[in-house]
């Protein structure tokens, strides 16, 4: 059982807009630590998607956005594309020292 | 331009170990934290630890503690994670990633993962 909870599965047509949730608790995102993402395409290492809460890396697509708030945050895509179909983590950092750090469970994106 | 690149894929025994190797190229090794990070077959990612070469001492995850230990060596800029008395739920893609600073922050890169199979 991951330390942050994500939904299984989301699906959504192309062009449609997503939204993936990423729960976590007061030693983690509610303790005012950040959240990264990741998309990570089958059979590849992942990819850094979105950095400190709200942050693109360079050469990711402003369709991808992202927030955070108290002990949650969300990833959104708009514009959904075909190439969007992915794995797709949230990260952060838990202080309660028995692991530094987290990651959701991931949650399977499919364009329909 | 940073690069990981990680040694081979390992099939090993119930209670053995297994050392997966991790070289960087591009940047300043010492400067920046590295993570191993693992994936079970058709699970999700799951940190096991990280040593920020800078300061030396490594930091493990609780379920990892005991058995796992990770190094680097700055002369070669390579990082190394061995894990010990191997169970078949060890079977797993094992990944280095290193941050963008010398802390466990986000991972910016990543390496193409060693896959370690745990079989007898």
């Known amino acids: 059982q991951s330390v942050l909870t994500q939904p299984p599965s989301v699906s959504g047509a192309p062009g449609q807009s997503i939204s993936i949730s990423c729960t976590g608790s007061?030693?983690?995102?509610?303790?005012?630590?950040?959240v990264h993402w990741y998309q990570q395409l089958p059979g590849t290492a992942p990819k850094l998607l979105i950095y400190?809460?709200?942050k693109r890396p360079s050469g990711v697509p402003d369709r991808f956005s992202a927030f955070k708030s108290g002990t949650s945050a969300s990833l959104d895509i708009t514009g959904l594309q075909a190439e969007d179909e992915a794995d797709y983590y949230c990260?952060?950092?838990?202080?309660?020292?028995?692991?530094?750090?987290?990651f959701g469970g991931g949650t399977k994106l499919t364009v329909l | 331009q940073v690069q990981l690149v990680q040694s081979g894929a390992e099939v090993k025994k119930p209670g053995s170990s297994v050392k997966v190797s991790c070289k960087a190229s591009?940047?300043?090794?010492?400067?920046?934290?590295i993570s191993w990070v693992r994936q079970a077959p058709g699970q999700g990612l799951e940190w096991v630890g990280g040593?920020?070469?800078?300061?030396?001492?490594?930091k493990y995850a609780q379920k990892f503690q005991g058995r796992v230990t990770i190094t680097t060596d700055e002369s070669t800029s390579a990082a190394y994670m061995e894990l010990s008395s191997l169970r078949f739920e060890d079977t797993a893609v094992y990944y280095c990633?290193?941050?963008?600073?010398?802390?466990?922050?986000?991972?910016?890169?990543w390496g193409q993962g060693t896959l370690v199979t745990v079989s007898s």
């Open positions: 990633a290193r941050a963008t600073g010398a802390s466990f922050d986000w991972l910016s890169h």
């Open positions: 400190g809460n709200n």
């Open positions: 990260q952060s950092f838990d202080s309660s020292l028995t692991v530094y750090v987290v």
């Open positions: 591009g940047g300043t090794f010492s400067s920046y934290a």
């Open positions: 040593i920020i070469p800078i300061y030396g001492s490594a």
């Open positions: 007061s030693s983690n995102i509610g303790a005012g630590y950040d």
